[in-house]
């Protein structure tokens, strides 16, 4: 390729000789124009990336490129009543203020792309430069089997989302088009899509080269021809109603050959997939959006208690989430080591979620455990409803992995540039995810508790409560085994055996699980409120317990069960029919209100146990800080 340089220093006459390339062309075309491209550089062409800027010898000045405001491309060329850029005849200026601005800048783009409309081709040389319909590499350009890449991803929906406004806005155009006589045959809907690609992957905002005015979409010849690199060091320096100049701050450091780069700012993959049709290999901002809203009724209830206050946002949040409008900005779960610093909370296990999904959960994990947010102080939450707003939390970020499952070993090629960047994108999108839930999940095993005596709250399944009931009351252990054993066929030959059974057995549509803790609750109440043994520290542990979830759930006056159908599993019912009873009672709704699945590993299978949350009696209700000591 000729060095620009001397294209730059010929006569700019377009339509000349068909020998000259478009881009020198487009080069000369520029610099006649008003212009400056360095002399130091070249424009190239490859398949992949497209025209590039590429250092032909090292650089001279941190210049590389300045466009005239009087060379850019926007709705503005067809408003004759401003002065800021030249005019262009069209029939589109019957437009103006009646299609939103960037639509009409799409239109211009087509006029001068097909030649037509009678508008004078002003940026011919620039327009032919432009990459074709067929190179497009948005999810707008998707076939069927390029959107398979993007299964499970926010990009799926979005794609859907964009493409039904997109149709929107060509609908209107059109039927204005039509009201004004304009021929809209011209305007198909792949070109105007061509048109809109062409401004989300090129187009700068308008604001510093036109202060004066709201912000639309403006292009830049030649300077918007620069790829982006995340790493490249760029100044942007623009000079209102004048030009725009793009400096390369580390000039000294570009060798001859490398490609010049631009760096269109931080971005992440979905935003650069989606507007430009690229994605950055392990993006160093790279997140993770995610949208969640409590449930009308409950998010209005909330309101109602002022949970929206800042005082009632707990864990050292920030709270300026609360003045922001949930459905404007998406928020994002960012991994471990972000750039941007990851959110506030004196919980580690929750930095990496974002001030209002925390909130949120928070929230719902006061409802679901019926505590009122009068009683709870934001700065020492009780531990059960730390663990509650966690397991929510966990449980929201582990569905939304499951649809989103960690990348297969893949092979390196891909039948197109699409499916390439779909898949850069869409691996990053579940890394990040499924690392999120690992370090939930972290702490929720590093709460599991299996043997020993409890010295700090844990999580116990039914084995260990039937284990400690064992060793406390061997005959009541005993008769409630043997009714498991016939009511459910479980096997009690091992602990082990147990748990592998309990975890995949249902009755009535639920884990039998549950079943087994109302009675192990209720043989723990009525067991531990009438022994004088003298207390072991394991029995100890288990006796605060209940005498704690006996303070939260008091004893109901009535009873909801008939103490006969416990007859196979409670010994000497008959003898404390009332106690057992109200006793069970208690129980029902002491599991209803608490007990939680949590995944665990039994016997080599990932199984879902439900488990209930130990705590140690009532001194232990503090704020949650022991959740994360020595973890
Ligand atoms: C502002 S234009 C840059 C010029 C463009 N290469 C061309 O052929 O006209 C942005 C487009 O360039 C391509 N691009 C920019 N940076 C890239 C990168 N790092 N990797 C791959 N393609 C890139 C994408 O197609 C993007 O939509």
Known sequence: MPSLNQHSQESAQIGDSVDVSPVARLIRWFTANGGELS???????????????????????????????????????LDHTQSLVPHVESPLAKCIGRIPNNVLTYLLLVEQRLRTGGSVLKWQPYVACLPEPSAMTTPLWFGPEDMQCLAGTNLARETAVKLDRLTEEWNQA????????????????????????????????????????????????V??????????????????????????????????GDEVYNNYAPKQNDELLLGYGFCVADNPVEQFAIKMRLPPQIEEAARSMKMFEPVNVPFGMDTSFLAVDPNEEPEYLRPKGHPFGRYENRLPFFRAIPPRIVHMFFIQALMNLQIPPGNIQADSVPSRVVLETLLLTYEAIDNRSQTLPLAPKRQASFSNDKQKYATIYR???????????????????????????????????????LTRLSSDFPSRAEHLQSGLASQYGLDFSTWARYSAEIATLETGQQPAELSVWKLVLCLFLISYEHTEAAASPGRQAYSDWIEYLVEQTPLPTTATVD????????RGWEQNRDQVERAYTWADEV?????FPVVEEVEGEEVQRICMYLQLGPGDAGNGDWMFKGL
Request: with cysteine; aromatic share 10%; proline share 6%.
């Open 39 to 77: 002399a130091d550089v070249e424009i190239g062409f490859d398949a992949s990336s497209g025209y590039h800027c590429r250092a032909t010898r090292n650089l001279s000045s941190p210049v590389v490129a300045k466009c005239p405001l009087s060379l850019t491309l926007s709705h503005l060329n």
């Open 174 to 221: 059109n039927e204005v088009m039509e009201s004004l006589d304009i021929n809209t045959n011209v305007f198909s809907f792949d070109w105007f899509r061509w048109a809109a690609t062409i401004i989300s992957s090129r187009a700068f905002i308008s604001t510093h080269i036109i202060p004066d005015k709201d912000t639309f979409p403006i292009l830049f010849p």
């Open 223 to 256: 300077v918007d021809i620069l790829n982006h690199s995340p790493t490249a060091k760029v100044e942007w320096d623009f000079h209102p109603f004048q030009d725009f100049t793009l400096k390369i701050l580390n000039h000294g450091d570009v060798r001859p």
């Open 427 to 465: 691996d990053g999108q579940a890394k990040i995810l499924h690392s999120i839930r690992a370090e939930l999940k972290a702490v929720l095993d590093a709460l599991r508790f299996h043997d020993g005596v409890p010295t700090r709250p844990v999580i116990i399944s039914s084995t260990e409560a």
């Open 563 to 570: 103490a006969e159908a416990l007859e196979g599993f409670i």
């Open 591 to 595: 599991v209803d209100k608490y007990a």
